[in-house]
């Protein structure tokens, strides 16, 4: 089983950086993708961004203000973030999949974190 601990979510003010991360433990060795995932109230669950096989992919809405990356070993995922805005407002999850270059789609992801909290207020 793999274990997925997100920390770091906080309420900030638009432009503002946050950087929130991913405890990762637990058996990896079939690991092959890592990402990041977020959920508005009333909205559906959305990919931020992802790591995989050297390659990382960010959504459109946030490519030019976040960026994601992995330590060697696999144990901590970031994702940095900045000049964030009040639609950033979400609860994001950290997301593991056996599948190589997963992406962004959610349904591609077999395990996940409980969430942290991030607020952005204007």
């Keep these: 089983q793999v274990q997925l601990v997100e920390s770091g979510g906080d309420s900030v003010q638009a432009g503002g950086s946050l950087n929130i991360s991913c405890a990762i ?3 990896k060795s079939r690991l092959r993708s890592m990402g990041w995932f977020r959920q508005a109230p009333g909205k559906e ?3 931020v961004a992802y790591v995989s096989g050297g390659r990382t992919r960010l ?3 946030v490519k030019d ?3 994601v990356s992995i330590n060697y070993a696999w ?10 805005q009040p639609e ?8 593991a999949s056996t599948t190589w270059y997963a992406d962004l789609a959610p ?5 996940w ?4 909290q991030v607020t952005v207020s204007s």
């Design 88 to 95: 950033d407002t979400a609860m994001y999850y950290c997301a």
């Design 45 to 47: 669950r959305e990919g």
């Design 107 to 111: 349904q591609d992801y077999n395990y």
């Design 25 to 27: 433990s637990g058996d």
């Design 65 to 67: 203000r976040f960026s």
């Design 113 to 116: 974190g409980r969430g942290t």
């Design 75 to 84: 144990t901590t995922l970031h994702l940095q973030m900045s000049v964030l």
């Design 59 to 61: 959504a459109d809405s």
